[in-house]
């Protein structure tokens, strides 16, 4: 493998509350070594001085690191779409996007950008060949292991989504996905936006592809994780979900009435 990472990589990762957790997550990141490789942390002001410690890590690593620190609160969704932007308009290919809660295995990451030759999308999966199939060696509580499973199944039965994790948010992606997919278009400015990803990826034919991940719990800190997110995801997608079967109406009648005029 010589020439994957030829063109610059950049890992995004929104942070609220995690000072605690981001120089670990940092240090192994750059353990990597990966080629042309970046960070950028959204931080929105975080109380507990997360971007203070992300501004002394990217001292620490030559300015590897560059922080955008939001004015208050606004949201998951509205982070990614502020730092896929920032990252692409910097020139980055390959982006990579990852909690700062030490719950992805960092040591996927480069098997996940080989597999970036194949795909537009490579998701982290914590689902491999069923709703209920989790990756063996999860330490996940079963309360959280049942919420996620249950909100994969209602999101894919709604949306018509094929990926098993819909609502994974460890993922490789191409930088022409975010080119096209038009990210100020999109609905969700919380947790939401990883199934609404995964379902405008979709609809828009870009191949997306599963890595199975042992998922763990976060040791330190709060998840976020909550029965809202689940329900917010589905409100949105029915919301998606309406509005393309209605473009599509829309489009086969303008089809017929072009054939019967001629």
């Known amino acids: 493998m010589t020439d994957q990472y030829s063109n610059k990589i950049t890992a995004i990762i929104p942070t609220y509350n995690e000072a605690s957790n981001l120089s670990k997550l940092v240090d192994q990141l750059f353990e990597l070594n990966l080629p042309n490789f970046d960070i950028l942390i959204i931080d929105d002001n975080s109380p507990d001085k997360t971007a203070k410690v992300a501004e002394n890590l990217s001292s620490q690593y030559g300015g590897k690191i560059e922080i955008i620190v939001r004015p208050q609160k606004a949201g998951l969704g509205t982070a990614y779409k502020q730092g896929f932007a920032h990252a692409v308009k910097s020139g980055s290919k390959?982006?990579?996007?990852?909690?700062?809660?030490?719950?992805?295995?960092?040591?996927?990451?480069?098997?996940?950008?080989?597999?970036?030759?194949?795909?537009?999308?490579?998701?982290?999966?914590?689902?491999?060949?069923?709703?209920?199939?989790?990756?063996?060696?999860?330490?996940?509580?079963?309360?959280?292991?049942?919420?996620?499973?249950?909100?994969?199944?209602?999101?894919?039965?709604?949306?018509?989504?094929?990926?098993?994790?819909?609502?994974s948010g460890f993922k490789a992606i191409r930088n022409n996905v975010i080119r096209n997919i038009k990210l100020e278009d999109f609905i969700c400015k919380g947790f939401g936006f990883q199934a609404e990803m995964a379902f405008k990826c979709q609809s828009k034919g870009y191949k997306a592809i599963e890595h199975p991940i042992r998922f763990v719990n976060r040791r330190k800190g709060y998840s976020k994780m909550s029965t809202f997110i689940i329900a917010e995801s589905i409100w949105v997608l029915i919301r998606l979900r309406i509005s393309q079967m209605k473009k599509s109406v829309f489009l086969s009648k303008k089809l017929r009435n072009r054939i019967f005029s001629d």
Not at 107 to 122: C, F, G, Q, W
């Open 94 to 167: 390959h982006l990579i996007q990852l909690d700062a809660d030490l719950s992805h295995p960092i040591s996927e990451i480069p098997i996940m950008l080989e597999k970036l030759k194949t795909a537009d999308v490579v998701v982290g999966s914590r689902y491999t060949d069923s709703f209920w199939h989790f990756k063996s060696g999860s330490d996940w509580p079963l309360h959280r292991r049942l919420l996620s499973s249950i909100g994969n199944l209602a999101i894919r039965l709604i949306s018509g989504i094929e990926v098993h994790d819909t609502t």
